[in-house]
């Protein structure tokens, strides 16, 4: 394999003006142990769980901003326009911090559930997504009791679901 | 040729037990990924990299194949003959 790549290097100098350019094939590496390693990270359910949180985080810490700058203040004629101001940024901030801790937690249960039962059925199915989604919605629920419970965990599963297949529509 | 060994083993004897036991690994390595290539990897490819189902479930399969490689392996060459 190493050899046949000067050929086709030395073949596409000699024919780079009559034909377009071929795709170089380059000749397979196995991974070295750095590599190796640095898989391995992305394997932890901890790492994945916890990269999880902090992208819902983000998503939040977005969402609540738009959604806090589209409120409009209560008192328009009292205050000056520098007052409006502050108070729409005091709103924005409290609104995207809130919701920005919502998406956190949500990721990074889902994320976990995700990563240990895939772990333990050692298959790549969308049971997974499935039961990940159904324990995200129960604890994000379980304030409302047995039944919130069970309609959050409904809810969010086949809301997985669909996202899950929106993801991989072109496999 | 033996005078020149006073251990005893012979060089070319050494030579081909190291040749058979190169060629056993290398048979035992194929067959190992082959069986949990077959076992664990979907056929139908979606992605390049292996994702963590197929991970661990490459790793019971191979942690299995190795063990029972070796105890049959101990079975065979302290018995002798296979109990059947």
Known sequence: ????????????????????????IEAFRMPTMEEMRAQEVWNNCAVRSVASGVMGG?????MGMFLGALDNPI????????????????QMGQRSWSSAKAFAVMGL???????????????HDTTNTV?????????MSAKGGPKAACAGCAGFAAFSVLIEKFLDRHT | ????????????????????????????FN?????????????????????????????????KYWQVNSMIGQLLSAGGRPPM
């Open chain 1, 109 to 123: 249960i889902f994320s976990a559930a995700e990563c240990v039962v895939e772990k333990a059925r050692a298959k």
């Open chain 1, 58 to 62: 983000g998503l939040g810490l977005m």
């Open chain 1, 131 to 139: 039961v990940a989604g159904c324990v995200t919605g129960g604890t």
């Open chain 1, 1 to 24: 394999m190493a050899s046949s790549n000067p050929e086709t290097e030395s073949n596409n100098g000699s024919s780079i003006a009559k034909e377009p350019e071929k795709p170089q």
């Open chain 2, 31 to 63: 067959r190992l990924a082959q069986t949990c290539f077959n076992k664990c990897v979907d056929k139908r490819y979606k992605e390049s990299e292996l994702n963590m189902g197929e991970n661990s479930c490459i790793d019971r399969c191979v942690s």
């Open chain 1, 75 to 90: 008192m328009q004629e009292e205050m000056t326009g520098r007052q409006q101001f502050m108070y729409t940024m005091r």
């Open chain 2, 1 to 28: 040729m033996a005078a020149n060994n006073p251990t005893g083993v012979d060089k070319e004897q050494a030579f081909g037990m190291a040749e058979t036991e190169m060629e056993y690994r290398v048979e035992l």
